[in-house]
């Protein structure tokens, strides 16, 4: 372990040094990602150096509990070794974790996005309060989220609402959300009062830039038309709207939230790109096998994952069997506790298969 700690330091340093270079800082894409690189190998570095100094001071613990007479030096020599002991472990723990191989695009910016399921006009409603749940728990991690496009729901809420988030560690944090999310409550259109089961599906697509995802644009058609807004009124008469036809693939993207259409165009291939990455990484673990039997961090959009309980103030993740009863803290962003747990399932899931693997 300590080897693997000492080379993470040494990338680290080599970092911060090309941080500073020249050629670096005139260029924002490879100072982006050096610095978020940098940021994710502070955490283990600052972790690594207080391990040291724990052992460092253990072993002057044991120097004194070796070499002093005195009982009440002694004694606070064997209170201190106790404190530092449990410490050490502590922090050991943190550093396997620290050390289990990261998913390369954890650090990565998402593309959201948000449909209604079955249940009608209640699931378009449900999937405007995960849409705001979202919201407001990108405001709580400090990440900008922006709307690429939507289609409203005719009571409110969304029939389908694409997304950008970025920030630090989004994709690592956000990728346990896909899968379809079920709501049990009474709609406000029930007159009798019963419960109904509505659902609404979310994807969490890293954003892939060209380097990784190569699109040819002779296989993309690409249309223009006047954005609109709510009820369908034009928010201009400009052709600003975009929408690109993947023609090999079928696939569909629009966004309208920029008056440019140039700048429309660009966060519609950061979709499209998302979007064959993520068909092509589906396509690859089925034919290697490679897909996990875990539902944690599997990423399938077609996975029930949580459960919504309006009547019971429950809120239920199927893949790891855990509840929260505060039901409307959780609607307005506090989400952390789920990910954290999901987190850490995923993380001894793949500590499990590595010591399997040896």
């Keep these: 372990m300590i080897d693997k700690l000492e080379e993470i330091k040494n990338r680290f340093e080599e970092v911060g040094q090309l941080l500073v270079q020249p050629d670096t800082i005139t260029d924002m894409k490879k100072y982006s990602q050096l610095n978020k690189e940098y940021k994710g190998l502070e955490k283990v570095v600052i972790k690594y150096e207080e391990y040291k100094n724990i052992l460092s001071n253990i072993e002057s613990a044991k120097e004194i509990l070796n070499t002093e007479k005195d009982p009440e030096f002694r004694v606070m020599a064997k209170a201190e070794m106790e404190e530092l002991t449990a410490k050490k472990e502590q922090i050991e723990e943190d550093l396997k974790q620290a050390l289990i191989p990261k998913d390369p695009h954890d650090s990565k910016d998402v593309i959201l996005e948000i449909?209604?399921?079955?249940?009608?006009?209640?699931?378009?409603?449900?999937?405007?309060?995960?849409?705001?749940?979202?919201?407001?728990?990108?405001?709580?991690?400090?990440?900008?989220?922006?709307i690429m496009d939507l289609q409203e729901g005719t009571s409110g809420g969304y029939k389908e609402i694409v997304s950008s988030i970025s920030g630090e560690d989004v994709y690592g944090q956000?990728?346990?959300?896909?899968?379809?999310?079920?709501?049990?409550?009474?709609?406000?259109?029930?007159?009798?009062?019963r419960v109904?089961?509505?659902?609404?599906?979310?994807?969490?697509?890293?954003?892939?830039?060209?380097?990784?995802?190569?699109?040819?644009?002779?296989?993309?058609?690409?249309d223009t038309y006047c954005s609109s807004g709510p009820g369908g009124q034009s928010v201009n008469t400009t052709y600003s709207a975009i929408r690109l036809t993947h023609?090999?693939?079928?696939?569909?993207?629009?966004?309208?939230?920029?008056?440019?259409?140039?700048?429309?165009?660009?966060k519609a291939l950061n979709v499209l790109r998302s979007r064959l990455y993520e068909m092509e990484l589906k396509k690859h673990n089925e034919e290697v096998g490679a897909q996990r039997k875990s539902m944690v961090g599997s990423g399938d959009r077609s996975d029930k994952i949580r459960t919504y309980n309006y009547p019971?103030?429950?809120?239920?993740?199927?893949?790891?069997?855990?509840?929260?009863?505060?039901?409307?803290?959780?609607?307005d962003g506090e989400i952390g506790l789920f990910i954290e747990k999901l987190r850490l399932a995923d993380h001894a899931a793949r500590m499990s298969k590595g010591s399997m693997d040896q």
Excluded at 247 to 266: E, R
Excluded at 312 to 329: A, C, E, F, K, M
């Design 115 to 146: 449909r209604a399921g079955t249940g009608g006009d209640e699931a378009a409603i449900f999937a405007g309060d995960l849409f705001r749940m979202y919201q407001r728990f990108a405001e709580k991690m400090g990440w900008k989220m922006s």
């Design 312 to 331: 019971q103030g429950r809120v239920t993740d199927h893949r790891i069997g855990y509840s929260q009863h505060n039901l409307p803290t959780v609607m």
């Design 174 to 193: 956000m990728k346990y959300e896909s899968g379809v999310h079920r709501v049990q409550r009474v709609p406000a259109t029930e007159t009798q009062g």
């Design 196 to 222: 109904h089961t509505s659902a609404a599906s979310v994807a969490v697509l890293p954003e892939m830039d060209e380097v990784e995802v190569e699109i040819d644009m002779n296989d993309v058609r690409k």
């Design 247 to 266: 023609i090999p693939t079928g696939i569909v993207v629009t966004c309208q939230d920029q008056k440019s259409q140039l700048k429309n165009f660009d």
